[in-house]
């Protein structure tokens, strides 16, 4: 099966700043996903990532804040702007093909301090 | 909207016990259903699904059954072991690969 590599795989960022998450798939995917994970919460979703166009949000999420790219079919980014420490999370990458569940990288673990 | 509902853990058991974590879902529709695990520092792993009312998913000694009538598929396993010790996501999908996720059991297995 297809494997995703995501990095960083963990940061501690000042508050203010931005940090980009890049997200690899070692094969072409119909479909791309960011999730967030806050501390003893569940998994949610932010936003699909559209080839070649804008992501789409999900309510509570907006572009400003997670800007998200997908150049081609086997890479995406997510910008986590203007952090706080609310924003402390793990942040997880998905990919899916018609013919395949959804898989996962193994996370970014954000820390704002 | 939907919504995945999952027992509070964590689940501490023993080694060889008996294991149930249950899971309830409310959706519109006839989603998929699916158990990830997520081991201690790892990313999430697909454990079982399943796709319509009465099939049985089934991996590594794990099961579930699509409940149609009671809208649930709780997650058994007959002899637990160390190496189980995880959190277990239950989720559904309306076919989209997009998920909803319950909030996770955490299953702590002693020798």
């Known amino acids: 099966s297809a494997v995703i590599s995501q990095k960083p795989s963990r940061d501690i960022c000042q508050r203010g700043t931005s940090l980009t998450i890049q997200c690899q798939v070692d094969?072409?995917?119909?479909?791309m996903f960011w999730y967030r994970q806050q501390p003893g919460q569940s998994l949610t979703l932010i936003a699909t990532?559209?080839?070649?166009?804008?992501?789409?949000?999900e309510s509570g999420f907006v572009i400003d804040k997670f800007p998200i790219s997908r150049p081609n079919l086997t890479f995406s980014t997510l910008t986590v702007s203007n952090m706080s420490p609310e924003d402390s999370s793990i942040y997880l990458c998905?990919?899916?093909?018609?013919?395949?569940?959804?898989?996962f990288g193994q996370g970014t673990r954000l820390t704002v301090v | 909207g939907d919504s995945v509902t999952q027992m509070e853990g964590p689940v501490t058991l023993s080694e060889e016990a008996f294991l149930t974590i249950n899971c309830t879902y409310t959706?519109?529709?006839?989603?998929?259903l699916f158990w990830y695990v997520q081991y201690p520092g790892e990313g999430l792993q697909l454990l079982l699904k399943?796709?319509?009312?009465?099939d049985k998913g089934s991996n590594k000694g794990f099961e579930a059954t699509y409940r149609k009538e009671t809208t649930s598929f709780h997650l058994e396993k007959g002899s637990v072991q160390v190496s189980d010790s995880a959190v277990y996501f239950c989720?559904?999908?309306?076919?989209?690969?997009?998920?909803?996720f319950g909030k996770g059991t955490m299953l702590l297995v002693s020798p």
């Open positions: 998905s990919a899916a093909t018609v013919n395949t569940e959804a898989f």
């Open positions: 399943a796709t319509k009312a009465d």
């Open positions: 094969s072409q995917v119909t479909m």
């Open positions: 959706a519109t529709g006839y989603p998929s």
């Open positions: 989720a559904l999908s309306p076919g989209y690969s997009t998920l909803t």
């Open positions: 990532a559209n080839q070649g166009s804008e992501a789409t949000y």
